[in-house]
Nanobody, 123 residues
Framework: VQLQASGGGLVQAGGSLRLSCAASGRTFSKYSMGWFRQAPGKERDFVAAISGNGYNTHYADSVKGRFTISRDNAKNTVYLQMNSLKPEDTAVYYC?????????????????WGQGTQVTVSS
């Protein structure tokens, strides 16, 4: 499966952005999807994940209550709605996929990765 992330940009603190990750293939609903982010000089960290049917979601503590992961299997797309953005949310955001019903928060679990989209939050 190939993944294409989009929707990043520059936003002021307190603002919102919605990231999208479009996937190729006809079995998108069988894939668990995750979002990760990497800030300059730091390791890539887990942000959110969702099961293939969309019923099971997980979030990093740092984004709970502010970010929402969702998916539209008819459009082969997973979304990350980011509200109340903070400067510390600045990073390159990556989407990832694994053909499994199990949802995990570790990046080593995922087999496929998108190219990343830059999110910059100004103070």
């Amino acid at each position: 499966v190939q993944l294409q992330a989009s929707g990043g940009g520059l936003v002021q603190a307190g603002g919102s952005l919605r990231l999208s990750c479009a996937a190729s293939g006809r079995t998108f609903s069988k894939y668990s999807m995750g979002w990760f982010r990497q800030a300059p000089g730091k390791e890539r960290d887990f942000v959110a994940a969702i099961s293939g049917n969309g019923y099971n979601t997980h979030y990093a503590d740092s984004v709970k209550g502010r970010f929402t992961i969702s998916r539209d299997n008819a459009k082969n797309t997973v979304y990350l709605q980011m509200n109340s953005l903070k400067p510390e949310d600045t990073a390159v955001y990556y989407c990832a996929a694994r053909n499994s019903i199990v949802v995990r928060t570790t990046q080593n679990y995922y087999d496929y990765w998108g190219q990343g989209t830059q999110v910059t939050v100004s103070s």
